[in-house]
Structure formats: C-alpha cells, structure tokens
C-alpha cells in the first residue's frame, strides 16, 4: 500500500486594497525609500484600515476563494489550523471565529502561534492528521494583521510589517506528492529580541503596559538578522541534504519574506538562482504567518505537478523551519 502523503490541492491569498508607500511612512517617521528599500527590500505593504475588522477578516476573502477553486463546501472542512500572531482576540480561538464565519459547521480547530514560522508549523501539523488518516480535508491558514501591533512612531519595525492572509487545502496523495519531509526548530532564549511584552499573564493590559507601549512589536533588529541569516539557511540546506536534493532538482524556493537580504542568503546557501525564488516581500512587507502562502498563491500558475519546493522561515520565539514539498497539482 503506498503512503498517504498531505498533499495541497488549492492555495488562495487575500491582501487589503490600501497601499502603505515608503513615501508615505516619510511623512510619519525619521526615515526614507532608499534607505528601506537598500536594507530590507520593502517599497511598499498592504493595510487593513477599516475599522472593526480584524485578523479573521482577512482570512475570509482567502478561503472562500479557495473553496471556490477547490469546489467544495465549508461543510466539508473537517480541521481549521489557523497559524497566526495577532488573534481577532485571546479567546475565542480565531479559527473557530473564521469557521462561523465561512460556515464550516463540521470543522474543528485551533491557532497555532510560532510568530513568522507559523505556517511552516501549522501546514506540518495539519500534515499529520492527513497521513494518520483520520482528516481527508484540512484547512492551513496563515493571517497576520500586523497594523494593530506596529509601532508607526518606531522606524525599526513600522518599514517592516504588512497585513495578508493565505491559505491551502491539504488533502490525502498517494502519487508521493505533497509535505515530504520538514526540519523545524525553536530557541527561547531568543524570546526577548523578538516579542510583544504586553497583553499575556505576565504582563495583563493596563494603564502602565500602555503607556509603556508593551502592546507593541518589539525587535533588536542586528541580533534577529543576524541568526536570521544564519539558521533559515542552515535549515533550507539541512533539508535538502536530506532529501538528496540539489540545486538542479529544486524548482522553487519559498522563503519567509522578512527582509531580502536573509532570502538572498538563504537562496545561495541552497545554490538556488534569482528565477528558483519566490519574492514578493517588495508589494507586501513581512505579512507575518501570511508571507508564505501568498507565494504560493501568487506563483501558483507557475507551479506545475511533481515540482520540488523548499519553504523557509525564521520568526520570533526563536522558530524557524523548513519544509520540502512536491507539489501535487
């Protein structure tokens, strides 16, 4: 009997229509294009300005446009992994706001929260519940509106961040396509470079954590680059390795968008040319959970059935991972 792998048989992506220009960010900070644009490779990132609408609202456009392509019902998702940092709210979870919303009556489901890596955790998660057997069709969604936590007084972290929502379909493979193998690896001792302090048990919202400004994203960007660089190509490398994989047999890297400096290190450290990348962090900023599956959404006419993909991240915790892929359609 041949293997069942989790293969992803539809992918969708939702950004907001504004449009948040370095020119603009000029005008609200101390900074400038070129000087975004030579450090992180940003010109420009999408914002969810509507008031009252939160993480799940971006989730909703992307999945309803992937049952569409997939021509299923919501009723017949039976597991929602919805892989974001900002929650519509601590509780209820916001895959079950997202179920409700999209009318996935049948489904049950989590968030999974490993900051920038957690797409790559949640597709390997839903993975399982695929090749155990026990799902046939499992929803991975990876949503970030990173607005409601950014800083637009902080220059280190405002150039940065984007709002965005992708998400795939996983279902049973056994051509042997689909999530083949995967690395993935935390540090929390990395914790305290990357976090937003305020608004858990530690430090529950107050007066004090406000005026703190302890609800807000907080990055030391030289020491987060720095093993940035180092372990989302360590890992991209230890995957392939693996796999016998090398640069001939790999049709696509997938990498976190967080700055191109970090996806060009990882590109070379896996040998892979410009045209293997995929890169769109120059539109979107670093969508958080979203940076990944709005690749594959946007390559997706690209991709043709057997390709190889290497996906990539690094985020805060530390987490980072990778993941070899073989696409199923």
Not at 175 to 202: A, M, P, R, W
Not at 246 to 267: F, G
Request: proline content about 3%.
């Amino acid at each position: 009997m041949s293997k069942i792998h989790a293969a992803i048989t539809a992918v969708n992506g939702y950004v907001p229509d504004y449009i948040l220009t370095n020119k603009e960010l000029e005008t609200m900070v101390d900074t400038n294009d070129e000087w975004i644009v030579t450090r992180t490779g940003i010109s420009e990132r999408r914002i969810l300005k509507e008031p009252g609408k939160a993480t799940s609202d971006l989730a909703v456009p992307a999945v309803k446009g992937l049952l569409e392509k997939r021509g299923i019902s919501a009723e017949e998702i039976e597991l929602i992994v919805f892989c974001t940092s900002t929650p519509d709210m601590l509780f209820p979870a916001t895959a079950n706001i997202l179920a409700d919303k999209i009318g996935a009556k049948n489904a049950w489901g989590f968030d999974l929260q490993a900051a920038c890596s957690g797409f790559l955790f949640g597709l390997t998660t839903g993975a399982q519940f695929i090749e155990s057997g026990k799902h046939k069709k499992v929803l991975v969604v990876g949503g970030d509106k990173m607005s409601a936590v950014v800083n637009y007084k902080d220059r280190n972290t405002c150039i940065l961040f984007g709002d965005g929502c992708g998400a795939v379909l996983l279902e049973p493979n056994e051509e042997g396509n689909g999530v083949i193998d995967s690395v993935l690896k935390t540090d929390g001792s990395g914790g305290q470079f990357l976090n937003i302090k305020g608004g858990g048990s530690l430090n529950p919202a107050s007066y004090a954590t406000v005026d703190a400004g302890l609800h807000y994203a907080y990055q030391e960007g030289r020491t987060v680059f720095k093993f940035a660089v180092t372990n989302m190509a360590d890992v991209a490398a230890e995957v392939m390795e693996r796999n016998n994989l090398t640069s001939e047999n790999v049709d696509w890297l997938v990498p976190h968008q967080a700055n191109k400096r970090i996806i060009d290190a990882t590109a070379e450290r896996a040998g892979l040319p410009e045209e293997k990348v995929m890169v769109n962090i120059q539109k979107y900023g670093n969508t958080t959970s979203g940076t990944i599956p709005l690749c594959l959404w946007e390559w997706e006419d690209k991709l043709k059935k057997g390709d190889n993909l290497i996906l990539a991240a690094f985020g805060g915790g530390f987490t980072w991972g990778s993941i070899y892929l073989k696409w199923a359609y």
